[in-house]
């Protein structure tokens, strides 16, 4: 025989508590209302002894809201994209909502087959860093008025929200900090060209030579995507110039990756041989045989901004178009070489 779940209304009867007091905690919302942990703990313990199995499905349908938010991020084994996640998690359960996320595996196919998937998990609103060089099947969710905020990524000519590290003035420091150390023949090798986190990148370091007044080359920039293997086969080419750069800027976390690969390869040291500078600070970043000098983009800031952002749009009537750039930090290590000092 069947047995019939308990409700609700049972539980707050047997542990004399407030019914709403039950489904607040039963829906993660015990920080939201500043419900001890204590009784937090007794309620969850009960209802998952007496099997209690809560109906979202009716509760969205009645509230017309889930209290859950899809994700959706270009790659979910870049560490990059991880502690974005991780932040929009920590902060959307801190806010009572629950995460859907999705890897669009920097496809657009997929990114748009997640949109209507997550859509038809009637979820409160999406954060996306998209991947393709076009908006417009965004756009249309904005037209539809439904809540939408991009992340880390985003399309200067479509006016919808997006929060994202000035990656500009990231790289432009970063260039700086290389000039300022004696660099002039800098390669920079970049990520996804026609992503604006690259675009954007890829100017600051052209702004900073000409401040320097170092002509710009095209030869100095090369690349195709963010992954390791770009990283390995542009510094492998780079080695077998006439001239070797003296200083390599790659343009992001696992484009370096495989950047260290190539010279470790060429029997070559960081800095002793050549100088290395990387875009997104790693875990691993402080720990490599070099400790690496990285422009480190708020995850977490990234990830707090774009939650509350969208939460915002949730509770507005018109939409919000925040669009927010957060500061980046050059966090030196020992991977770049003051060559001042052999000029002389
Ligand atoms: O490694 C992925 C890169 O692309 C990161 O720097 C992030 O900014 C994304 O745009």
Do not use: W
């Amino acid at each position: 025989m069947k047995k019939i779940p308990i409700t609700i209304k049972a539980i707050a009867e047997e542990l004399k508590v407030s019914p709403s007091t039950v489904s607040r905690v039963l829906n993660g919302q015990a920080d939201q209302y500043r419900i001890s942990k204590k009784t937090a703990e007794t309620i969850q313990e009960y209802a998952h002894q007496q099997g209690f199995v809560p109906n979202q499905i009716a509760r969205g349908l009645r509230l017309q809201k889930t209290n859950t938010i899809g994700l959706i991020i270009p790659d979910i084994s870049n560490p990059f994209f991880a502690g974005i996640a991780r932040s929009i998690e920590i902060e959307s359960r801190k806010k009572g909502y629950f995460l859907f996320l999705f890897d669009s595996r920097e496809d657009t196919g997929l990114e748009k087959e997640s949109i209507a998937l997550l859509m038809s998990k009637k979820v409160d609103g999406l954060i996306v860093s998209p991947v393709g060089i076009s908006g417009t099947h965004l756009l249309k969710l904005k037209q539809q008025h439904f809540p939408l905020v991009l992340i880390d990524r985003y399309f200067p000519e479509i006016d919808l929200p997006f929060i994202a590290s000035d990656n500009s003035r990231g790289a432009f420091e970063a260039t700086n900090y290389l000039i300022e150390k004696g660099h002039k023949a800098i390669a920079c090798i970049q990520g996804l060209p026609q992503a604006i986190s690259n675009i954007q990148r890829v100017q600051g370091f052209k702004e900073a030579l000409e401040k320097a007044g170092i002509p710009f080359r095209n030869e100095m920039i090369t690349g195709t995507d963010f992954g390791v293997e770009n990283g390995y086969t542009q510094t492998k080419k780079l080695l077998k110039r006439t001239s070797v750069p003296s200083a390599i800027f790659a343009l992001g976390n696992m484009i370096s990756l495989g950047v260290i690969k190539a010279i470790a390869e060429a029997g070559l040291k960081i800095p002793e041989d050549i100088s290395l500078i990387s875009f997104d600070e790693q875990p691993y970043s402080a720990f490599l045989s070099t400790p690496m000098t990285t422009v480190a983009q708020d995850k977490e800031s990234l990830g707090k901004e774009a939650v509350n952002s969208l939460l915002e749009n949730l509770s507005s009537q018109e939409y919000l178009n925040e669009k927010k750039l957060i500061p980046t930090r050059l966090i030196e290590r020992a991977s770049v070489k003051d060559i001042n000092l052999i000029r002389k």
